[in-house]
C-alpha cells in the first residue's frame, strides 16, 4: 500500500478502534487512551502519545496518516465568524466555518469537495464534484475548529453538516463523522447538537430515518411547487418535491422529531407572497420549522437580494399557516461567507 493510500487516524470510530487494537492483541483500554489522546489531548502525533508502547506506536505510524489538513488561510470576521481554506493531501482546498451564537460555538463543515447536485444559487457546484471527504477529512475539521478555539479556553458546541457537498451522497462517511462526534471517549457533542443538511436524496433520508438517532434533520427546499423547484434545484428531476415530501412524512412518523425546511430567499424568483401562501399549504399540518435564508449575492449568477420588508412579509405569511418560522443572522458578511466562494477564489487562483 502506497503511503498516499494509508488512513487518516480521524477515519476509525470507536469501533473500528476495538477492532484495530484487538487484531493486535491490545488490551480493551488502548481504545479509550488512542481516542484521549485524539480528541481531547488533540496531539499531532503518535510520538506524543507516551502512555502507548513504542512498538504500538511504530505500527501506528507504519499504518495511518496523521494530519488531513493544512491551514492555507483564515478569516476572521467582525461579528466572530472564522472561516478556515483548508487544503488536502491531493491539492483539493475545502472550508470550514466557524459561527458565533449566543448559545455557544457551532462548526459548519464540508463533506465532498465541490458538489454535482447543481443548485443555482450555490458557488459549490460551479465547478461540479471533484471527490467525496474521508471520514477523517470530515472529523479533521471539527478538531481543528476546537484547536482554534482552546486558544480562548472556548468550546465546539454544535455541528452542521451544511457546507459544501451532499451529506446524503457520501452517506457512510458521514454517519461514521456522526458516530465519532457523539462518541464519549470522542468529541462528545450530543446527538441533538448535530444538524446534517440534505437537498434532497429520497432514499437516504428514509435510511436516515431508520437510523433512529436524535441527531437533527434540515431540508433544502427552497420552493413551494415541482416546476419552481426544478429550475432552482435539479435534484428536483431526480426526486420530485411529492416523493420528497413523503419522506419527510416518513421522516416525522418514525423519529417524533422536528424537521427543519431550510429555504433560501431569491431577489424575483422565490420570494414573493404568492410563493409563501403556496409554501404555508404545502406544509400546513407538518412539525417544522422554516428557516429562511436571505440569498448572499452569487456574482456568478447575478441573483440579487430579497429587500427586508419582503423577508417581514413573507415570515408572517407563513405565520398565518401556524408554521414556526425563523429568518437566518447572517454571519462573517464581511468575509467571503457565501457558502463555496473562498474556495471558488482559491480554485481560479490556482488555476491562473
Ligand atoms: S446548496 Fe448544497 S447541495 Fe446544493 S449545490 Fe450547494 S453544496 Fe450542493
Known amino acids: 500500500m502506497s503511503s498516499q493510500m494509508k488512513p487518516f487516524v480521524y477515519d476509525l470510530t470507536g469501533e473500528q478502534w476495538e477492532k484495530w487494537m484487538r487484531e493486535r492483541n491490545q488490551p480493551g483500554w488502548r481504545v479509550g487512551q488512542m481516542m484521549d489522546w485524539l480528541y481531547v489531548k488533540r496531539v499531532e502525533s503518535f510520538e506524543e502519545m507516551t502512555n502507548l508502547p513504542k512498538t504500538l506506536r511504530a505500527e501506528l ?11 492555507i488561510t483564515t478569516q476572521q470576521s467582525q461579528d466572530g465568524t472564522v472561516k478556515f481554506l483548508f487544503g488536502l493531501y491531493d491539492g483539493h482546498a475545502i472550508e470550514t466555518v ?16 465541490g458538489c454535482r447536485i447543481g443548485c443555482t444559487f450555490c458557488a459549490s457546484t460551479l465547478g461540479g464534484l471533484k471527490r467525496n471527504l474521508s471520514t477523517g477529512e470530515i472529523v479533521a475539521q471539527v478538531v481543528m475548529a476546537q484547536k482554534y478555539l482552546d486558544q480562548a479556553g472556548e468550546r465546539v458546541r ?7 457537498g451532499e451529506p446524503f451522497e457520501n452517506y457512510e462517511a458521514t454517519m461514521a463523522f456522526i458516530r465519532i462526534l457523539n462518541d464519549a471517549k ?29 441527531v437533527k434533520l434540515a431540508i433544502s427546499l427552497h420552493a413551494p411547487n415541482h416546476d419552481l423547484r426544478s429550475s432552482l434545484m435539479p435534484i428536483n428531476r431526480r426526486f420530485p418535491l411529492a416523493e420528497l415530501l413523503d419522506a419527510c412524512w416518513y421522516y416525522l412518523r418514525k423519529t417524533g422529531r422536528r424537521l427543519t425546511f431550510e429555504y433560501a430567499l431569491i431577489g424575483g424568483k422565490n420570494d414573493r407572497a404568492e410563493h409563501a401562501h403556496e409554501l404555508g399549504k404545502l ?18 449568477r447575478n441573483y440579487t437580494r430579497t429587500p427586508r420588508n419582503q423577508i417581514f412579509e413573507f415570515k408572517r405569511i407563513l405565520d398565518s399557516y401556524k408554521i414556526n418560522t425563523t ?3 447572517e454571519h462573517g458578511h464581511d468575509i467571503d461567507a457565501a457558502c463555496g466562494q473562498l474556495r471558488a477564489k482559491h480554485s481560479q487562483m490556482m488555476e491562473s
Open 158 to 164: 454544535s455541528v452542521v453538516v451544511m457546507g459544501s
Open 98 to 113: 466557524i459561527m458565533r451564537h449566543n448559545y455557544g460555538n457551532s462548526v459548519c463543515v464540508t463533506t465532498q469537495v
Open 327 to 329: 429568518i437566518r443572522r
Open 186 to 214: 470522542g468529541l462528545q457533542i450530543g446527538q441533538r447538537h448535530i444538524t446534517v443538511s440534505t437537498s434532497g436524496v429520497v432514499p437516504n433520508i428514509y435510511r436516515f430515518a431508520d437510523e433512529e438517532w436524535q
Open 283 to 300: 406544509l400546513q399540518g407538518m412539525n417544522c420549522l422554516v428557516n429562511l435564508i436571505p440569498v448572499n449575492y452569487v456574482p456568478e
Open 61 to 71: 505510524s507504519e499504518s495511518f496518516r496523521f494530519r488531513p489538513l493544512d491551514v
